[in-house]
């Protein structure tokens, strides 16, 4: 069984960055992708990025491209976000996730991951 653990959440001042990380253990590699979701409290769960495990197929909405990034360890099946230039909009739970199946254009959505970190909570002040 597939188990993903996040760490690297915690307060941040507006402007500052963040490193999120995220584990997998239990997985053996595979036509798989990762996502990076985030929701706050009273919204929806909102894809922020995701990445073929075996590299490359990166797809970040506008909202955030410009200050976040997703990258791999993949002999480590670690995914990283790194969050720059946060803002206390950014303030929320942020998951970590792994799915497959799901066409590039469909990875930002939670319906396409089958596997789910427990979150980690980011918090931007003003």
């Known amino acids: 069984q597939v188990q993903l653990v996040e760490s690297g959440g915690g307060s941040v001042q507006a402007g500052g960055s963040l490193r999120l990380s995220c584990r997998a253990s239990?997985?053996?590699?595979?036509?798989?992708?990762w996502g990076w979701f985030r929701q706050a409290p009273g919204k929806e769960r909102e894809g922020v990025a995701t990445?073929?495990?075996?590299?490359?197929?990166?797809l970040i909405p506008d909202s955030v491209k410009d200050r976040f990034t997703i990258s791999q360890d993949i002999p480590k099946h670690t995914v990283y976000l790194q969050m720059n230039s946060l803002k206390p909009e950014d303030t929320a739970l942020y998951f970590c996730?792994?799915?497959?199946?799901?066409?590039?254009?469909?990875?930002?959505?939670?319906?396409?991951?089958?596997?789910w970190g427990q979150g980690t909570q980011v918090t931007v002040s003003s």
């Open positions: 990445m073929y495990t075996a590299g490359g197929s990166i």
């Open positions: 239990g997985y053996t590699g595979g036509d798989n992708y």
């Open positions: 996730a792994l799915g497959g199946g799901s066409p590039l254009w469909a990875r930002l959505h939670p319906t396409a991951y089958n596997f």
